[in-house]
């Protein structure tokens, strides 16, 4: 009962910091004129992968390495499969072209890189130094590209930049930066020590809590985000802040769990020849679809959220020795996987053509 209550006490304190954490740092960046692409792309995103940070922190410190692992590559895989396709359900999102130009491709190959480091079984020190170098680069670089912004993508984060008006609301906006890190601090404790001692009393590897319910509940911030943001009809804030927040889960993240870290972090095999290509493969889909007309329909959210349910019940099926799990897989493999790359690609040579 006890661990129940830290689980979901450990989920709800993230919720709040994160939220906390965004609009307190979003309206501080926009107070000292920091660009509107800028705070969408980086301190959104970052404020909404904070939780992960929380948790793969302390996991790596208390020593369990694969849950860090494991929930930074099962919220990547939960931002597009499940999140993308909650909030492409609400509303057909719209897609910004740079975007597809310049943050996509940039998932891609950070996937591409932490499946790379992780192929001799361990994330090590200088590894995790290469991403936050990679992840300094990509601030800066969007810091100068956010010169060139238009007036629409402007307007899309006006709420951050009129949210403080005087010395009275700048100190609110501390305090809710301050009190959503503590809170991520305390939730993330909670979070970890409760998924160890489930994953302690199940049998369960801490890989699979890890990509599973400590990556969902990390990933609370950014469902929360992206849904409102796509109910609201706010342009491409939903999309943003999904590449952002994968992003930053490998460049920052990952590099600091690892520079933290008093040793290499273990990756499971199972991560590196299961987990980790689908996280790469969902990164690499993401390209077809945003950039078919520039829109995720729902139609394409509804097969996101095929792809997520298959994900997990192959996990699950796996966690439990299950017979079923040999007649999944073909099923996967050999039915699904080709009848939707046959249709994205379809759909964004007709894309290209109109």
Known sequence: MLVALSIVAGLVLLVVGGELLVRGAASLAAAFKISPLVIGLTVVAFGTSAPELGVSLQASLSGNGDVAIGNVVGSNIINVLLILGVAAMVAPLVVSSQLIRKDVPLMIAASLAVWWMAADGALVRWEGAVMFASLLAYIVHSVIASRKENKLVQSEFEEYSSSITSKKDLLIQVAFLISGLILLG??????????????????????????????????????????????????????????????????????????????????????????IPIMVAVALICFPVFATGHLVRRWEGGMLLVYYVAYSAIIVLAATASPLIGSLGPIVTYGVLPLTILTFAATFFVGRRK
Do not use: H
Request: proline share 6%; net charge negative.
């Open 186 to 275: 305390v939730g993330s404790n909670l979070l970890v020590n409760g998924a160890t001692k489930v994953a302690v009393a199940l049998g369960v590897s801490q890989l699979v809590i890890g990509l599973t319910v400590v990556a969902i509940g990390t990933s609370l911030p950014e469902m929360v985000t992206s849904v409102v943001a796509s109910y609201r009809g706010q342009r491409d804030i939903a999309v943003g802040n999904v590449v952002g927040s994968n992003l930053f889960n490998i460049l920052c993240v990952l590099s600091l769990t690892s520079l933290v870290s008093p040793k290499p972090i273990p990756v499971d095999p199972t991560a590196i020849e299961f987990d």
